[in-house]
């Protein structure tokens, strides 16, 4: 069975609402470096992808040095995108989608929104597709997709995994199995009224 070890990407210098795509501020850097220490001290070398954000190229960097390795580009795993508000509207969307089942989220969507039950299903049966064990560096929400489909839950939010926290999941003949959730911790996002 295919394991795939999904990163949250570490601490941005941005929050989703203030800035699209943000890289690391120092504290990430460091995370994603310690991240990669112990990934690169447990596990031979395996296939590196990462989400195109900059923050998950950014946390994929240390450990693609270490192993000599370049972190190949998986736009399947890439943060959920934002129906068509404005950046500072988004916060206050990201909030009360995450505090809701996938169904909900899909039927309060804003107009000219995705379709988010095809993006979660499109996010899961990438994972399924790997055949090999691999390292993914992604995204809080595209993280729950994994889990959710894992234990057959409809929360958007199954749980808050931490900046550089490592979950790793199986593909089981076809299907998503929870082998060890990442550390969890409150995040920001949840946290603010």
């Known amino acids: 069975m295919p394991r795939l070890y999904l990163v949250r990407h570490a601490k941005p210098a941005a929050s989703w609402g203030e800035d699209p795509d943000p890289g690391l501020d120092p504290t990430g ?106 390292v993914i560096c992604t995204h809080f929400i595209a993280i729950n997709v994994a889990v959710g489909a894992a234990q057959k839950r409809e929360e958007v939010v199954c749980f808050r995994p931490d900046h550089a926290s490592v979950t790793v999941v199986s593909n089981d003949k076809g299907e998503l199995r929870l082998i060890e959730l990442g550390r969890e911790a409150d995040t920001l996002v949840l946290a603010r009224q």
């Open 29 to 134: 850097m460091e995370q994603a470096r310690a991240t990669a220490e112990s990934l690169a001290g447990s596990l031979s070398r395996l296939p590196l992808y990462t989400s195109p954000m900059r923050r998950c190229r950014e946390t994929a960097q240390p450990l693609a040095q270490i192993w000599f390795c370049d972190a190949v580009p998986m736009a399947s795993v890439a943060e959920i995108p934002s129906p068509p508000i404005d950046l500072t509207a988004r916060h206050d969307w990201l909030i009360a989608c995450m505090r809701g089942t996938w169904p909900q989220l899909h039927a309060n969507a804003p107009a000219g929104s995705i379709d988010y039950l095809e993006w979660r299903r499109s996010v899961a049966e990438s994972l399924i597709a790997i055949d090999h064990d691999c």
